[in-house]
């Protein structure tokens, strides 16, 4: 897992995965990448991240995918990340096809229900809650 202030360079973060499995011999590579769209006149949305839930929610994940003899990797940014840039990239090397694309659909939607990460419109340089598109937590002050 890995966390970057900002916009994510996809390239580099993808071109750097696929060197660290070059010699894995995993079949299958799926990358998704998550950009900001231009809506709700936002000029971006900006991040905050409860670092260590996260660390556990992908601690998780990383012994799901180890299970069936995949890896799974994410990226995600902290702070502001404009309009057409990217602030969420993952992907699963697998051995088998069917294995990474089911794991990439399963990895991506539960990161959507569960991360620990809450977002913020950003409209005229004001950072505005967005609690709809928010994770709530138990026992989180903000979101109790």
Known sequence: MELYRGPLDVKEIFGRWLDEEAASNYGAYIPFVGTIR??????????????????????????????????????????????????YVSAVFSPKRRVALELIEEFVEDFKANAPIWKYDVKNGERIYAEDRSTPMDGSGLLA
């Open 38 to 87: 231009a809506e709700d006149d936002i000029e971006a949305l900006s991040f905050d991240i409860y670092e260590p839930v996260l660390r556990a929610w992908f601690d998780a994940w990383q012994e799901r995918a180890k299970e069936r003899g995949a890896v799974v990797k994410m990226a995600h940014a902290i702070g502001d990340v404009p309009v057409h840039t990217s602030s």
